[in-house]
């Protein structure tokens, strides 16, 4: 795998994390058999993507940078799906996630 694929590949899972968290929301403890089930999907996919992306970047880089975009996404849906409450200082903690993502990238390997 090459590099651009594996960051592609790391970015999607990223994106499916924020899926997983939002649909294990939904799943209320794993209650509702619908969003269990695509809970447990999203979770498949992106353990599978993070696994190829993994062939091609260091472990440390890709997993802050998943786990990055995991927090950041799932803080903004927590917001606009959920009524989590956004304040400055939450505002600046995700700025500073994305940040260290931004910066991550650029690193030479």
Known sequence: MNQTTAWTALVVAGFLDVAWAVSMKYAEGYTRPGW????????????????????ALPVGTAYAVWTGIGAAGTVFFGVLLFGE???PFRVVGVILVLAGIVA????PA
């Open 36 to 55: 269990s089930l695509a809970s447990l999907v999203f979770l498949g996919l992106f353990v599978y993507l993070l696994g190829r992306a993994l062939e």
């Open 85 to 87: 409450t956004l304040n």
């Open 104 to 107: 991550l990238r650029l690193a």
